[in-house]
């Protein structure tokens, strides 16, 4: 039987013209075959479906399933080693890292997600090393596991063809290091070369792959500015007009992007990246810390939309967005958590609470963003930046069923006053512990704690097992590299701000 009734108290459909959300109450969802037919009266629908398997019931909360909008890895570097830098130290601080199998590295990200209610991933792969096999090879294994605990993912390779190390050629950096250092980082370096038709090609090959499956999309991701030529630029540009694939694009994250931009093209990083025909309804711009107020109204007129990663933008030091700013600019705005949440972990609930409070800005008449506008943007607005736009986001008859069971007697124990707003109170005080019931496509992938597909005890086992052993040689060496190119990476920018 593939039909089943979700119950709930109260449905929050998604959110009217205006911003105010649609909630219906004691109401059930119908699914049929994944998507969702019908959202009316409990009883009705009840009395017509009586064979049909319930989900839910009394005392239950349903949200459309939340969507981590920028998202790269699964144990976190901290975990791994890597301490919390600025980000442009953070990129030589990440060859600390320890290598961890990506099955295994992916759905342990993957628990602590739908453990917090995220029901789709935006999972952009920044590195890969080797050749395209083995870069195919590790892409279609991270897939291959969000499709094992059955979340949705869209995944995408990041294009990358200069400027590894720092904002300036490979070969500049190399030059500029102690004679020591200089064969060991360019071999590092050397490991990420992949030339830029490879890169496309991995692209297409994905996309053909993967094309059959309905939870698994395919993207582009132009990595940043710096790290693409003009001619990686107007790649990227043709490969979206071809393919109409969306394109997520790191930008701005730092002020030394912002130089970096305005040195390399003598004006803005997003002015630029449009003369290749690149900003438009398929671009979404992730982090975008240092856009002006010219940028942003280039992003809503050209109907692209933003990602906002707050936490992120906090443990690299990069400064803090202004999302009141991006909020107002009419730009949907994602929301994601980058690489790790506050906690170290991903954690969407806590990541939009974070987002909430932290764009409070001071003055009585000062603009904040309201719960509804942080619920939007990890769903509805998430979704529109995935190739699942207009299907996901929201609870309507014939979108997806991306469910998400809230147990309200957690959220609000002991007591919580009824005067305070639904999506108020499931900002503020929702936590992991009420999440009940995580629906993808109308399976159960979550509940009460339990992962149906995959024992999440035994992967956790296998990570440990894996990872608890002295540092390979290649490790260890990639360890001390680490530390000796921190120096010269900041001294690289020393003149910059
Ligand atoms: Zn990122």
Redesign the pocket.
């Known amino acids: 039987m593939n039909k089943k009734l979700i119950v709930a108290d109260q449905i929050v459909c998604g959110f009217a013209a205006d911003g105010s959300p649609e909630i219906a109450n004691d109401a059930a969802i119908l699914v049929d075959c994944g998507r969702i037919v019908a959202i009316g009266d409990r009883n009705d629908l009840s009395q017509v479906n009586r064979d049909v398997q319930i989900v839910g019931g009394h005392g239950r909360v349903a949200i459309p399933g939340l969507i981590n909008g920028?998202h790269?890895v699964g144990l976190t570097p901290f975990q791994l080693g890597a301490r919390d830098q600025p980000l442009e130290l953070w990129f030589p601080e990440r060859l600390a890292m320890r290598d961890v199998d990506p099955r295994l590295d992916t759905l342990f990200s993957a628990f602590e997600m739908i453990a917090s209610g995220v029901t789709t991933v935006q999972h952009?792969q920044?590195r890969a090393p080797g050749d395209s096999e083995a870069v195919l090879q590790r892409s279609n294994a991270i897939i291959n596991a969000y499709a094992e605990v059955g979340m949705r993912a869209s995944y995408s390779f990041a294009l990358r063809d200069q400027n590894r190390m720092i904002y300036d050629a490979d070969e500049v950096f190399v030059a500029a290091l102690p004679q020591a250092l200089r064969a060991p980082t360019a071999a590092y370096l050397a490991g990420f070369g992949l030339p830029l038709a490879e890169q496309i090609a991995v692209f297409h090959r994905l996309q053909e792959h993967w094309c059959d499956n309905d939870l698994i999309g395919i993207q582009i991701a132009p990595s940043n500015l710096h790290w693409l030529s003009d001619y990686a630029l107007e790649s990227a540009a043709q490969m979206a007009s071809e393919t109409g694939a969306p394109l997520h694009m790191?930008l701005l994250e730092t002020p030394y992007q912002k130089e970096y931009a305005f040195r390399r093209t003598g004006g803005s990083a997003l002015e630029h990246v449009d003369r290749f025909g690149l900003v438009g309804p398929q671009l979404t711009i992730?982090?975008g810390v240092w856009m002006t107020n010219e940028d942003l109204s280039l992003l809503a007129e050209r109907g692209a939309c933003l990602c906002h990663?707050c936490s992120?933008n906090l443990r690299l030091k990069s400064g803090v967005a202004d999302l009141n700013a991006f909020i107002a600019s009419g730009v949907p705005v994602a929301l994601g958590i980058?690489?790790a949440g506050i906690n170290d972990d991903r954690d969407m609930l806590q990541e939009m609470r974070l987002a909430l409070s932290l764009h409070r800005a001071a003055g009585h008449g000062a603009p904040s963003p309201s719960a509804s506008q942080i619920l939007r943007m990890a769903t509805e607005h998430g979704a529109a930046t995935t190739p699942f736009a207009g299907r996901i986001g929201r609870l309507a008859p014939g979108l997806s069923a991306d469910v998400v069971l809230l147990d309200w007697d957690a959220v609000t124990r002991p007591w919580q006053d009824p005067s305070m707003p639904l999506v108020d109170v499931l900002l503020r005080r929702a936590k992991t512990g009420a999440v009940e019931t995580v629906i993808v496509a109308g399976e159960t992938v979550y509940h009460e704690g339990h992962f149906p597909r995959v024992d999440r005890e035994s992967v956790f086992e296998d990570i440990s097992r894996a990872l608890n052993r002295p540092d390979t040689e290649a490790e260890a060496s990639l360890k001390r590299l680490a530390k000796n190119l921190i120096e010269p990476v900041r001294d690289f920018y020393r003149d910059w701000l």
Request: proline share 0%.
């Open positions: 920028h790269h952009l920044s790191h992730g982090h990663n992120s980058d690489e």
